[in-house]
């Protein structure tokens, strides 16, 4: 979770982060899902999109939001911005 003001005096006094943000424990605000990467509600660490996908664009907030590889290309691992290349 995160808080931007001061005087947190138990963990409830913290927010969870927004869909498509992550928040690093002990953050003051929220970070947008960096391109690749998607980020479900309360996220602490970006999830890499899965083999077979990438993510085309920052902010997205589940696995489906990122894109399948398209047609006559590949994406061989996880994290990718863009397919990896032409199939052969």
Same mark, same amino acid.
């Given at each position: 979770?995160?808080?931007?003001?001061?005087? +947190?005096?138990? #963990?409830?006094?913290? +927010? +969870?982060?927004?869909?498509?943000?992550?928040?690093?424990?002990?953050?003051?605000?929220?970070?947008?899902?960096?391109?690749? #990467?998607?980020?479900?509600?309360? !996220?602490?660490?970006? $999830?890499?999109?899965? !083999?077979?996908?990438?993510?085309?664009?920052?902010?997205?907030? $589940?696995?489906?939001?990122?894109?399948?590889? #398209?047609?006559?290309?590949?994406? #061989?691992?996880?994290?990718?911005? +863009?397919?990896?290349?032409?199939?052969?």
């Amino acid at each position: 979770g995160w808080r931007q003001l001061p005087g +947190a005096g138990v #963990s409830g006094d913290c +927010a +969870a982060c927004s869909a498509s943000k992550y928040c690093p424990p002990g953050s003051s605000s929220e970070t947008n899902c960096p391109q690749g #990467s998607y980020c479900p509600q309360g !996220t602490e660490v970006p $999830i890499k999109c899965p !083999t077979g996908t990438f993510g085309a664009g920052p902010g997205l907030s $589940i696995a489906d939001d990122c894109t399948d590889c #398209s047609p006559g290309k590949y994406c #061989s691992q996880t994290g990718l911005t +863009a397919p990896d290349g032409f199939c052969s």
